[in-house]
């Protein structure tokens, strides 16, 4: 079946450091695949987004690209900060039909200290 | 455009009594919607979704229910919660047919049983 695996958190870093949550996918066929980020209390967002192989998402100065040789989406930022502190999400769907359902990981919990 | 509306925001009921929990979607037609529960400090579980009016599918034997009586309109329901049933609830909706663009998540529902 289609699953996502997902690097365990908790994350902890400190502002302005590197952040890589590593993010690998199993699936038949050909999905799309995404980040999504919670913050404290409050819903998911949409937070980048690729179709196709070697395609790049982007999105408030974080990256992922899909990578179909490794089938992986990694997401990464060059330079956190303190507002990045979430539990982030990464997602895959196989278009097709009336019901698609996106299949999680179990999310990462980033903290970014000050 | 599209907008995605969940209520209450948080809720505190006591074992026993009844629940529900209301989601509905504007800007759109015919859209899969979808309930997830997501426990304290884990993963987002899918409970239930909807392809259109009347049409429901459970994915894991719950205390819960689900009904869509309005093509934009889904509701959570249980008649008598459970400790267990704490959790804070998302309702997401999606356009059909397509995986490219994911869900859109409402806020959510923190639910307190007690």
């Known amino acids: 079946g289609n699953s996502v695996t997902q690097m365990e958190g908790p994350v902890t870093l400190s502002e302005e450091a590197f952040l890589t949550i590593n993010c690998t996918y199993t699936?038949?066929?050909?999905?799309?695949l995404f980040w999504y980020v919670q913050y404290p209390g409050e819903g998911l967002q949409l937070l980048l987004k690729a179709t196709k192989a070697d395609d790049k998402g982007s999105n408030k100065g974080f990256e992922a690209t899909y990578r179909k040789e490794t089938t992986s989406f990694h997401l990464e930022k060059g330079s956190v900060q303190v507002s990045d502190s979430a539990v982030y999400f990464c997602?895959?769907?196989?278009?097709?039909?009336?019901?698609?359902?996106?299949?999680f990981g179990a999310g990462t919990t980033v903290t970014v200290r000050a | 455009s599209q907008t995605i509306h969940q209520w209450p925001a948080t809720l505190v009921q006591p074992v026993g009594s009844p629940l529900s929990l209301e989601c509905t979607v504007e800007g759109t037609s015919n859209p899969n919607l979808y309930w997830y529960r997501q426990a304290a400090g884990r993963g987002l579980q899918l409970l239930f979704y909807?392809?259109?009016?009347?049409?429901i599918s459970s994915e894991v034997p719950q205390n819960l229910s689900a009904s869509r009586p309005q093509d934009r309109q889904f509701i959570l329901s249980s008649k008598k919660l459970l400790l267990s049933d704490s959790g804070f609830y998302l309702c997401?909706?999606?356009?059909?047919?397509?995986?490219?663009?994911?869900?859109?998540f409402g806020s959510g529902t923190r639910l307190t049983v007690v």
């Open positions: 997602a895959l769907s196989l278009p097709g039909g009336a019901d698609y359902k996106l299949s």
């Open positions: 699936a038949t066929g050909y999905p799309s």
């Open positions: 909807s392809v259109g009016i009347g049409q």
């Open positions: 997401a909706w999606s356009v059909q047919g397509t995986g490219v663009n994911g869900y859109t």
